[in-house]
């Protein structure tokens, strides 16, 4: 009798745990990661029909993490991209050499963990240079650093001739200043100061007269 009582409870046992463990195939993956570097807002990622909005740290440019609501079974793919990236931020790309990237399947791995940067726009400051007849000019960005020498231009060739300086990034202060004078001249900056605008600065001026 007993025997009887007991070979139903060992088959319904056996019937949980293989249900238990059918488990494996229906596994589910979250699609989450970080991005650093925002400092401003408008950032957007999307993959597999879902999108999710960054916001800008309380600290500009720490880490922000983020999380799709809806989860991916085992592999399904998936490909996190910026449908729209941060204001006056227009690179955004995977941290190098991080496993795995944006694009990847469902189950490779252990978990999703993906890495972003975004970096703030930079733009050159450019100009021209008035009346150099000699070697020695050289230019600074005296608010971030950066220099550039100027040559004088070739014998008939008549100035203005353009000088360019390293990039400076979105809303940063600039103030271009002459750090040595050319021989035997004295050169003055005109429009030298401002704050970098989401574009090159091209309207710098140099005037080089006989010390």
Known sequence: ?????????????????LAGCGGSDKAEFVVKGTV???????AVL??????VALPVPTTPGAAVSFAFPNKLEYGDEYNVTFKSKPQFQDTCTDVPNTVPNGRDTAGRLAEINI?????VNAFALKGKVNGLTADG???????TGGSGTVTKPADGVTTPIDFLLPNVT??????????AQPTGQVCTVVNGTGTMPNAEVTNIVVNCVPA
């Open 1 to 17: 009798m007993k025997s009887s009582l007991i070979r139903p409870a060992l088959a319904l046992a056996l019937a949980a745990g």
């Open 36 to 42: 650093a570097g925002i400092f401003y807002p408008g």
């Open 46 to 51: 999307q993959t597999n029909g879902q999108e």
């Open 115 to 119: 890495t972003f940067v975004c970096y």
């Open 137 to 143: 000019l050289v230019l600074a960005n005296g608010s």
């Open 170 to 179: 979105y809303g940063t202060t600039y103030g271009v200043v002459v750090i």
